[in-house]
Structure formats: C-alpha cells, structure tokens
C-alpha cells in the first residue's frame, strides 16, 4: 500500500468492529507484529524512549521520536499511528510542528494526550487549551490531503485526576470538547471498570479506545461486547520482550542458555527486515 492506500485503510478500520492495535517500539518490532497479522501498528513512546536509553515521559525530544516512526513506516506496508505524547512542546504551533513531521515521516494518525509533563501546573491541560492544540493537530492533518485519525489521549483515569466518582463525567465533558475540536476518538488509558467503559462508549460523542492492561482490565472479547471501537496495549509487549532479555542474560550468566534456544532464527529476521530492491 502506498501511503494513501494506507490512510485510507486506516480510516476504514476505525468505522465499525474493534480495531486491535499492537504497540511496537522500533522497525524489528513492527515487522514481527505486521507479520503476525496485525491490520495496522501503533507505536509507543515508553517503548520508543526506554529503546533510546530514557524513561517516558516526553524526555524524547521531537527529531528522536519522528525519527522511530520513520524507521517503523519504512519497514511495514500497514498504517502506522505514532505515539506523540503531549506534541513535544506546550504550544499549539508546537503540536502542528509535530504532526507535520509524523505525516512527513509516514504516519497516518496519532495519539496526542492532554497530560502536562514538564510544564507544571494541574496534571491536565486546561479543556481550553488542549482544545486548542487538538484543533492544530486537526488543522495540521488535514493538510496533508489524506484521511488523518486524531486520536485526543485523556489522562483523567490514568493520572488519578478529581475524586474516583467525579472521573467519568470529567472524561465525558473532555470526550464533548475534543470532538468539537476535531478529534475523531477518545484514547481513555487507566479505565478498567467495564460499567463506565460501557457507558462512556454509550454516552461520549467520539469511539472510545482503551488500554488493555494484563490482568486488570476487562478481556478483549468483553471489551469488544461493550463496543470499544480500538484497543492497545501501550509498553506491554516492548515490557514482555525486555522481561525475556532479563531473564535470558541472568540465566546465561548463571551458565544456562534455555531462553536463548527460544528465539527466532537469524535467517528470518534478516528475511523480515530486507526490503525488495528498486
């Protein structure tokens, strides 16, 4: 697929059914996952940052993170939907800036979250303002004359924003505002309660995505049942595979190679990631 075809796919894979969306870290990854069967790769910015050697957290800067989804679109011919944290600055010109590059570098959607990380201030942009970046990054994609999925990240459930019972109409009044802003669905990480997912998918004006997080959150087949329209996993396979890397040097180092005799073969992955020639 050229990389209209693929943001055209994209868009149709977020108008019905649920949307199961790995989350790969670098091209090797992406691959692996594009091969398993995946419709389309979403990146993660833990896994993205912890491969460069920093925590998460926007401590990537702008040409670092475009960088890692450049190397991700070259490599598989599914759409790519990249991770851009809060748009690596706090303007509204600073989030267009970084959907630009990330359309320039093959993506045909983001996440952009509400999440203030080296600013100050309240846990959460103000709905004003992050209102006002989603309207750049909306106005930013739409530039690029291809299908465009701005998926707005709330992190009311995530960063344990207002009182547990005042969290789904916080979340519900965000869901109001980031669509009138342009957004085309709610990222909602955090939420496990399978009630509240239901009634936000029932009640938000946007298709709610939720973060499916191993052993807290309501199965797939559950999620799907209550109409999630997309789910990812975040860092957990980038977190599962950096768990066999730890495991595999300590056994090594304890003079056994048992997980070694586990991986995949160096003919495949060189067969995996070498592109035709032309």
């Not at 790995?22 to 419709?39: C, F, R, V, Y």
């Amino acid at each position: 697929m050229n990389l209209q075809e693929r943001a055209r796919r994209f868009h149709e894979l977020h108008q019905s059914g649920t949307l199961v969306l790995p989350n790969a870290w670098d091209a090797a990854s992406a691959a692996l996952i594009a091969e398993a069967g995946a419709a389309a790769v979403a990146t993660t910015s833990s896994g993205v940052s912890w491969a460069l050697g920093v925590p998460d957290g926007e401590q990537l800067g702008r040409e670092e993170a475009v960088a890692a989804v450049a190397r991700i679109a070259r490599t598989v011919a599914v759409p790519v939907s990249a991770d851009v944290e809060g748009g690596y600055g706090p303007t509204p010109a600073d989030v267009a800036d970084t959907i630009a590059a990330v359309i320039d570098a093959g993506a045909v959607g983001v996440n952009l979250e509400d999440r203030r990380r080296r600013t100050g201030g309240d846990a959460l942009w103000s709905t004003d303002e992050q209102g006002a970046r989603l309207a750049a990054a909306r106005a930013a994609g739409d530039r690029g004359g291809r299908p465009f999925i701005l998926n707005a990240r709330t992190d009311v459930y995530l960063a344990a924003v207002g009182a547990p019972e005042e969290r789904e109409d916080l979340t519900l009044a965000r869901a109001v505002d980031y669509h009138r802003a342009g957004a085309d669905c709610l990222f909602v990480p955090g939420l496990a309660d399978l009630a509240v997912i239901a009634r936000l998918v029932s009640r938000a004006p946007l298709p709610i995505n939720i973060m499916l997080m191993p052993g807290l959150t309501p199965t797939i087949a559950e999620l799907r049942a209550a109409g999630v329209r997309r789910l990812s996993v975040g860092q957990a396979i980038a977190s599962a595979a950096y768990e066999v890397a730890r495991r595999a040097a300590a056994q090594l180092l304890a003079g056994d190679d048992a997980t070694l005799r586990h991986g995949i073969p160096f003919a495949e992955m060189q067969r995996l990631l070498t592109r035709p020639a032309g």
